[in-house]
């Protein structure tokens, strides 16, 4: 992306310069370099710990120019963020070049039916205490609601660039070495995992949990999130599409609970991103914000908030629905794709953390609540009523079900099937580092 700008002085010999001592002149050289190059970093690539170019901001401001798009209204949330109500015919997706000309999908053709399971509503069980659906977004306390014709787009400010290390790390997940996300144990970068796969024969056309929300404790370089992965494809030319709840103050400069979308074409290499940060997913619903922060707790402990999200391939366009909490939130156009044009090959549900190690041992990052998933209900997180979409366009129950856990000692993953409504379910999560456990 771009080498380090080199800013040389040109030195040349004066009969003046022979008046200074020759130590004496390399030391004054060598001071005035090293004051102008430990001041200069990439126009692409900036740390913390030093200040941006005159470029980098440039470049920065002119990739915030193209994605905030002219808001129609703008409303300030009590978490700091802003919300742009952008024309839903200007918004970001229509910068790609794949989707020129595209018609934006307002309305959701006839969605899958729920095979063997008529009734989708939340219940309340006595011994498990209430569950409830909960969209609520922290800037939806204001009151204020985006107009019709219009979608709400978190701003994108420069802070928020400046965290990341590139402007295109700022926008992107880190590559994994394979479909299945096995990362390697020693890597001091590592990604670890909790997760359920299914791979079933029958090719799948779509996705579904309830899953649990939660504001776990996260290291500031480091990420915390729940998610579905719906992927298709080998290691270099991965595709995916991640939606779920994620914790992470590198992106978003605070330690909230947001709902995120992720997609990638090639194996998180240079297509796609989180949210709306780069052309591509479409939002048409008005009222929900994608990358805005969730609420996630309540006044009762024993009621707890989850999310209802739903993954599904409309039959006669090929594009994949996002569906939160009943809403329809918005889609990914299937021209955005190669492996997943067609349909997905694998379904995960559960966590996932980064451990940076960085202070040369285990990472405290937590996992789902940050409680092991034998606390069950109340304590630990969850993962409800897992479904994925056949061929025939109903919801049935996951087959070639296995599950990954990386760290055991650190996170873990009980998976269950006793529950007729809700099952498969399962209790996941963990504190990370431990002494003895997971040092």
């Not at 700091?80 to 839903?88: A, E, L, R, S, T």
């Not at 400046?162 to 070495?177: E, G, N, T, V």
Request: aromatic share 10%.
């Amino acid at each position: 992306m771009g080498g380090l700008l080199q800013r040389n002085r040109r030195c040349s010999s004066s009969s003046s310069s022979s008046d200074i001592p020759l130590p004496l002149f390399l030391v004054f050289f060598l001071a005035i370099f090293l004051e102008r190059s430990l001041g200069v970093v990439s126009a692409l690539e900036y740390s913390k710990d030093k200040q941006p170019s005159s470029l980098t901001l440039e470049n920065i401001k002119k990739y915030l120019s193209n994605i905030n798009k002219p808001a129609v209204l703008s409303i300030e949330s009590p978490d700091g963020d802003i919300i742009d109500c952008i024309d839903k015919w200007k918004q970001p997706a229509f910068d790609n070049p794949l989707l020129k000309n595209h018609t934006i999908q307002m309305l959701p053709p006839d969605m899958p039916r729920v095979k063997g399971d008529e009734n989708n509503s939340s219940r309340k069980n006595e011994e498990r205490g209430e569950i409830s659906g909960w969209g609520k977004q922290v800037w939806h306390q204001n009151g204020t609601r985006c107009p019709k014709g219009t979608v709400p787009i978190r701003r994108i400010k420069v802070d928020d660039v400046l965290r990341a290390q590139s402007l295109h790390d700022f926008r992107r997940k880190q590559p994994r070495k394979d479909p299945f996300f096995n990362v390697t144990v020693d890597d001091p970068n590592t990604h670890e995992y909790a997760i359920v796969n299914s791979n079933p024969e029958f090719v799948v056309f779509g996705a579904s949990a309830k899953i649990n929300l939660w504001n776990p404790f996260t290291e500031e370089e480091e990420m915390s999130l729940a998610q579905i992965w719906f992927i298709a494809g080998d290691t270099i030319d991965l595709n995916s599409i991640e939606v779920g709840w994620q914790v992470y103050p590198r992106l978003y400069g605070d330690s909230g609970t947001r709902l995120f979308v992720y997609w990638t074409a090639d194996g998180y290499q240079s297509t796609g991103c989180y949210n709306l940060e780069c052309p591509g997913f479409v939002q048409v619903d008005q009222t929900i914000a994608v990358g805005a922060t969730l609420q996630t707790s309540s006044p009762d402990p024993n009621q707890q908030y989850e999310a209802s999200v739903k993954i599904s391939k409309d039959s006669t366009n090929g594009n994949w629905l996002l569906t939160y909490d009943g809403i329809q939130l918005g889609y990914w156009p299937s021209t955005l794709f190669t492996y997943l044009s067609e349909s997905a090959e694998i379904v995960q549900w559960g966590g996932e953390v980064t451990n940076l190690q960085l202070e040369g041992k285990h990472t405290i990052t937590q996992m789902g609540s940050g409680e092991f998933p034998q606390e069950l209900f109340g304590e630990a997180a969850y993962f409800r009523k897992l479904r994925v979409v056949d061929e025939n366009d109903n919801e049935v129950l996951p087959s070639g079900v296995t599950v990954q856990v990386d760290h055991p000692n650190c996170y873990n993953l009980d998976l269950y099937n006793t529950d007729a409504e809700d099952s498969p379910f399962f209790y996941y999560g963990g504190p990370g580092y431990s002494p003895t456990l997971c040092p």
